[in-house]
Structure formats: structure tokens, C-alpha cells
């Protein structure tokens, strides 16, 4: 299987291992990775903040970036829902734009997505010898719906002990620009956030989304908690020769 590698701009800037474990993951799993150098931003600040004229034009580059791969994988609950949610109230219909991106979003898949609903496996191989919590950030929650795909895979990690976390539905106080916009509601939602976290007890933080464990881990780090963050990826990546 010809796999696409969608980085996104956070993890591109600011969390390349969680890039870098995606591949590894993937390879160790048999498929063909591929990284498309030309690949830009999704366009998701744009649209969201009313540059719409930008977003459509992020949306063409994406689609012929990605074109001709059998999926795209994207680490990020958020990105890959911009795709297939917005893309395609993006372009006219009827349009060519519309007919490329109703040919490649639907191959567009968050991680967990890919690797339950395409590859059918929920033991990747994972050795993980922590207590670990996982965050359902707000678009893979309420925009892809992944459920429990993201806890599946942990609980088949080797080592790993998985807790509930108490208010897990509730966001975290990101929400992108919101955390610009309204910062004092952000951190509040971050706080509450933290405090669940600690009540479980958990070494890590797990979430399928960095954009939202960079915001909790800046509270959890600000504490000096101790609490650790990484992405689903990086768990899922992690062997025993790793640890």
C-alpha cells in the first residue's frame, strides 16, 4: 500500500518526532511511506478566521500534492477533519476542483483511523511500560468520531496501563485560535483540564492531537507535575529496544 505522510504545520515546526514515528510505525506495520515534500499548510486558519479565498487555495495544492496515493496519514484528529469536512463545501460543485477533492479526501484518515479501519490491527507491537491517560481532543471527538479506536490500540501496548480520565469529553481550551482570541477562558479550560489529569494518577498524557497537548502541557510543565505528554504515535512507535 502507497501511503502519503500528512505532517500538518504543528507537527512539521514544532513535534517532527511524532512525523518521524508515524513512518516508523507504519513501515514496521509493511506499508510504503512516502513524504510529499511540497506539501504545505491544510489551510484550517484560514478558513476558520474567514480567509476563505486562501483556504481554497491551500485545498487545490493539497489535492494535487496528495493525489494517486492509495491514503493519506495524517497525525492530527484536527487537520485530517479539515480535509474531509471542509474541503468539500470549499469548491463549486461540479467543479474540477470539487471532483479532485471528492477523489482524494475520503483517503484522508486520522492514525487510529487507518490503522483499525484499513489495516484491521490493533496489536502494532508496542511496548509502553507506563500508567497512561488519553485526551479525546474536540475534532477527532465531534468531527471524525474515532471513539475508541485510540484507547483500542493502547490497551493492546505491551506494559501499558491505561486510566480513565474524568471529564475526558470536555476541551481542553485550545481550539486553535480561540487560545489567542480568549485567553483567560483558554487557561481556565486548561486548568480543569490539568486537575483531571493529576487525579488519575497517570505518568503520561496521551492524545491523538499535539496542538492540544502543547496547550495542557504548558500547564502541566508550569506546575511542575511531573506529567509527561505524548503523542498516540510515539506510544504506538515505542518497542523494547526503544525504552
Do not use: W
Amino acid at each position: 500500500m502507497q501511503v502519503a505522510l500528512f505532517i500538518t504545520c504543528v507537527n512539521d515546526t514544532l513535534f517532527p518526532g511524532t512525523g518521524k514515528a508515524v513512518v516508523s510505525l507504519l513501515r514496521r506495520l509493511g506499508c510504503d511511506v512516502d513524504f510529499p515534500a511540497a506539501q504545505t499548510c491544510c489551510g484550517q486558519m484560514h478558513v476558520n478566521t474567514g480567509y476563505r479565498e486562501e483556504g481554497v487555495r491551500l485545498a487545490r495544492h493539497f489535492t494535487e500534492v496528495f493525489a494517486g496515493y492509495d491514503a493519506v496519514v495524517a497525525p492530527s484528529g484536527s487537520c485530517a477533519a479539515m480535509v474531509r469536512e471542509q474541503y468539500p463545501k470549499l469548491a463549486k460543485p461540479g467543479s474540477r476542483g470539487a471532483a479532485a477533492i471528492a477523489e482524494v479526501a475520503p483517503k484522508v484518515y486520522e492514525l487510529s483511523e487507518f490503522l483499525i479501519d484499513v489495516l484491521k490491527v490493533e496489536d502494532v507491537g508496542a511496548y509502553f511500560p507506563h500508567r497512561v491517560t488519553y485526551h479525546p481532543t474536540c475534532h477527532s471527538l465531534r468531527g471524525l468520531h474515532l471513539g475508541d479506536r485510540p484507547t483500542r490500540l493502547l490497551r493492546n501496548v505491551r506494559g501499558l496501563e491505561l486510566v480513565p480520565l474524568p471529564g475526558s469529553e470536555e476541551c481542553c481550551g485550545f481550539g486553535g485560535t480561540f487560545a489567542v482570541k480568549n485567553p483567560a477562558v483558554s487557561a481556565a479550560m486548561g486548568a480543569d483540564k490539568t486537575r483531571n489529569i493529576l487525579d488519575t494518577g497517570a505518568e503520561v498524557l496521551c492524545a491523538a492531537d499535539n496542538s492540544c497537548l502543547m496547550h495542557i502541557g504548558g500547564t502541566l510543565r508550569r506546575q511542575k507535575t511531573g506529567v509527561r505528554t505524548m503523542h498516540l504515535a510515539e506510544i504506538l512507535a515505542s518497542t523494547e529496544e526503544t525504552q
